[in-house]
């Protein structure tokens, strides 16, 4: 399976922070927004990753990422020239996925929560048996986003776009998985009243052909669509609240990729003593030398 980012947009929302940099790459307490939505592709898996930015804001991305192999894995770059729809994402790198599955998060969305690398291992599984998955979260304000209604068995019923009337309180938050062939399906899908390619439309096309599963992420769980400055600031209260409470790192690619033996503990020193002034470095050194490693990353110990 093949992993996109899409890290592109401008960040209206957020200015004038974001006039300078990428959203992005600005901190989630003690590390890049693009580290979360990274980490989860990583642990779901997902070696191979492309990164779909804005080119202005691409060469800071690769000064950050460079080319994965410090995490252990293979990260790309393409440039989105402009923000024509989540969908455009699988048209971009329709050469990166080739014949694989593929799997899509946006890089400003975090998930908390107990066993979500197993909910994400079942995505994956379903996605290489021919099936979509998305992800809803029970929302107060569910106008603002993409929604999904579901029946009592939890099938999926429709999928609409920022609804005026919703028929449920379930957003589809940022995170897809689909099979073989979605870029063919995403060149199909035809501009918005927004001018936009919808994302929504995609998933539409998978629901009419009974492949499209609703997951729903339940009690326990936090998701983060952090776009605006207060859910930024909720999202660090969070983590900086479970990391102190637990002396432990949340999405730390760095500690997945040595969980998964994707890196050696030599490497994974080497990341530790680079940053040894910070508590993020001595996590990652008191990782290297513990007999039985832990990390608590997407809600996996």
């Known amino acids: 399976m093949k992993g996109i980012i899409l890290a592109g947009g401008s960040g209206t929302r957020l200015y004038p922070i974001t006039k300078g940099i990428s959203k992005q790459l600005m901190p989630i307490y003690d590390k890049p927004m693009i580290y979360y939505p990274l980490s989860t592709l990583m642990e779901a898996g997902i070696k191979d990753i492309l990164i779909i930015t804005t080119e202005k804001d691409q060469p800071d991305f690769k000064e950050l990422l460079r080319d994965g192999k410090q995490f252990g894995i293979n990260i790309d770059y393409e440039i989105q020239k402009a923000p024509n729809g989540l969908a455009e994402a699988f048209i971009i790198g329709e050469d990166f996925i080739g014949k694989d599955s593929s799997a899509m ?31 809803g979260f029970h929302v107060n304000d569910p106008t603002r986003f993409g929604i999904m209604e ?147 990353t997407l809600g996996r110990e």
């Open 105 to 135: 998060a946006l890089g400003d969305n975090i998930y908390f929560g107990d066993k979500f690398d197993v909910t994400l291992e079942n995505a994956k599984l379903s996605a290489e048996a021919g099936f979509a998955s998305i992800f």
């Open 150 to 296: 579901l029946d009592d068995y939890g099938k999926v019923l429709s999928v609409e776009e920022k609804p005026e009337n919703p028929k449920s309180e379930y957003a589809i938050t940022g995170l897809y998985f689909y099979p073989e062939g979605v870029s063919e399906y995403a060149k199909s899908v035809k501009p918005s009243k927004r001018n936009e390619l919808e994302i929504t439309t995609l998933n539409d096309m998978y629901l009419k052909e009974n492949r499209l599963n609703g997951i729903l992420l339940g009690s326990g769980f936090t998701w983060f669509d952090t776009g605006t400055n207060d859910s930024m600031v909720e999202a660090t209260n969070l983590i900086r609240g479970v990391q102190k409470n637990q002396d432990r790192v949340i999405c730390s690619p760095e500690a997945i990729a040595y969980k998964k033996g994707w890196i050696s503990k030599e490497l994974l020193l080497e990341h530790a003593n680079e940053m040894i002034k910070n508590d993020y470095g001595k996590y990652l050194h008191k990782l290297a030398n513990s007999k039985k490693p832990k990390t608590l």
